[in-house]
């Protein structure tokens, strides 16, 4: 659903409310600029690459062991160091697969905290009587639209930016109706009511654009690459000194690792990856049958 792309501008589009109050201009700025080659690049094509190289370094590993076998007679000091490296590997995974998940987490409550909101928001345009209620609920439902668009959008800085440019003119709509009731005396208590539900929903606004932002940081997925890598090459390196090689064991342990590695990178990819919370979208959708 991308109501807004191929529509006409919207009047009051060049002095939106959102953008000029400094918060949502950063963040919408933010959105635009280049992500990491890491996150550029897609996450089966890196989980491919992991899996062939730690294969690799498998067998480079073993091959060496067996050339320098005269220098792996120590098998306790071997086992020890593996172990440690399996351990480091191990904690390396579970740390950046709970980072990942905590911010596919984050992602959904900024999601439903908006939904909530909104909601909000809609109830107390109940408190003006028309045409200010038809006029609000006009302006909220263009809002609504745009951040649905929004959270719908592919990973597009021209698409992403015209979401929020449409949910920054049609916010801006809804505020400059505030300010203009706000002189009447009559409606005194539905302005405060209402002011207080348009800053928790750009309070949300803001939260929920910052988690689409916010990833596992590329140092710990390069460490875990790296120490990976050498896992790999160390327990090919170990089992030199062994009559056969068990590849099956080596070929699953490393399937589960880049498994692994794979949910890790989806999780942390709300608009690119194939994990993304569509069942929490639907919440806002929903709140169209509010107008």
Not at 8 to 20: E, K, N
Not at 45 to 50: I, P, S
Not at 55 to 74: D, F, H, M, V
Not at 241 to 264: E, K, P, Y
Request: overall charge positive; proline content about 3%; cysteine-free.
């Amino acid at each position: 659903m991308m109501p807004f792309i191929d529509g006409p501008d919207w009047p009051g589009q060049q002095d939106g409310f959102l953008l000029m109050n400094g918060v949502f201009g950063d963040l919408s700025q933010g959105l635009m600029r280049e992500y990491s080659l890491l996150y550029r690049t897609d996450s089966r094509l890196l989980v491919f690459m992991l899996f062939g190289l730690l294969l690799l370094l498998t067998w480079a590993g073993l091959w060496e062991g067996r050339r320098r076998k005269s220098y792996i007679t120590n098998t306790t000091e071997q086992s020890v160091a593996v172990a440690s490296l399996l351990a480091l590997q191990g904690l390396l995974l579970a740390f950046s697969f709970s980072m990942a998940s905590a911010r596919f987490e984050a992602r959904r409550d900024a999601l439903v905290a908006l939904a909530a909101s909104f909601r909000t928001v809609v109830l107390r345009a109940d408190l003006y009587p028309n045409p200010e209620r038809a006029g609000f609920r006009r302006e909220l439902r263009r809002y609504l639209e745009a951040r649905i668009a929004f959270g719908e959008a592919p990973d597009d800085s021209t698409t992403i930016r015209a979401t929020l440019v449409h949910a920054d003119t049609a916010s801006n709509q809804v505020w400059h109706r505030v300010v203009r009731l706000s002189g009447n005396p009559q409606y005194a208590m539905a302005t405060d009511k209402m002011v207080d539900a348009l800053n928790e929903v750009t309070v949300n606004g803001v939260t929920r654009q910052a988690s689409l932002r916010v990833h596992v940081p590329d140092a710990v997925m390069y460490m875990l690459f790296i120490i990976a890598l050498i896992t790999a090459f160390f327990s090919g390196y170990v089992s030199a000194n062994r009559a056969r090689f068990d590849w099956m064991a080596i070929v699953t342990f490393h399937l589960m690792v880049t498994l692994v590695v794979f949910i890790t990178l989806e999780l942390d990819r709300p608009r690119r990856g194939i994990i993304r919370p569509t069942d929490v979208q639907e919440i806002l959708v929903d709140q169209l049958r509010l107008l």
